[in-house]
């Protein structure tokens, strides 16, 4: 309760200009999607098509266009980690502006987060993002995928479970191969979430399978 009344009471700062207002002006937004240069989430190679030349990946097309760095990094660390929930309105904008048309049968398929940072968070970041994201293409947004915790092995150490816990996804229902199914993400660091993602749509029985994430982590 006490980060809802401080989110609505505390003023928004622009993260790019800091000018009071919104978390991202207007004017910034624009900046930020003049130029739209996709990237492979796995190997950060510019591609026009959605598809990789160099990478193997187990779906059809991924974009991805924004640097996690910068203004945009401000912003996805305040939605993530100082709770400003309203962000994901902006974090929508911002892939909605940045990802090509999708055929209109597409259903929006969520990262699932991992439980604790729920908790720690009181929401669900990425369901937030992609139901925003799903109003603005006017698509439907179903959550399919579902963390599977009894997968993650009890005799590993912590960071092998959290590893683990990463990618273990189970898909609710079966899949048909007449939808599209468009994985969504707010920031990509290895490629690893989409595709384990991907692979449990296909054994499910998806047949086109595509991602849209906001953000990728630069090559450090
Ligand atoms: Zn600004
Ligand atoms: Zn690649």
């Known amino acids: 309760m006490h980060h809802i009344l401080a989110d609505i009471i505390a003023p928004h700062y622009c993260c790019h200009c800091d000018t009071i207002g919104s978390l991202l002006c207007d004017p910034c937004f624009h900046e930020l999607t ?17 598809q990789c030349q160099t ?17 945009i990094e401000n912003l996805i660390n305040r939605f993530k980690f100082e709770r400003a929930q309203s962000a994901a309105a902006l974090l929508a904008r911002l892939l909605h502006t940045t990802t090509p048309t999708l055929p209109p049968d597409t259903i929006i398929v969520p990262i699932p987060t991992i439980a604790p940072h729920i908790r720690q968070r009181g929401y669900d970041h990425c369901l937030l993002l992609a ?37 273990a996804f189970r898909c609710s229902q079966s899949l048909s191969a007449k939808y599209t199914y468009c994985i969504i993400d707010d920031v990509t660091t290895t490629g690893a979430t989409i595709s384990a993602a991907a692979r449990v749509l296909h054994s499910a029985g998806a047949r086109s399978i595509v991602a849209a994430i906001v953000a990728y982590q630069p090559i450090s």
């Open 55 to 71: 990478c193997t990946v187990p779906y059809d097309a991924a974009w991805c266009a924004l640097e996690r760095s910068g203004a």
């Open 131 to 167: 139901k925003h994201f799903a109003t603005q293409r006017q698509l439907t947004c179903s959550r399919l995928l579902y963390r599977d915790y009894n997968s993650v092995q009890l005799g590993a150490t912590r960071h092998q479970r959290l590893d683990q816990m990463k990618y």
């Open 34 to 50: 003049e130029e739209i240069i996709f990237r492979c989430p796995v190997c950060k190679q510019p591609h026009t098509s959605g």
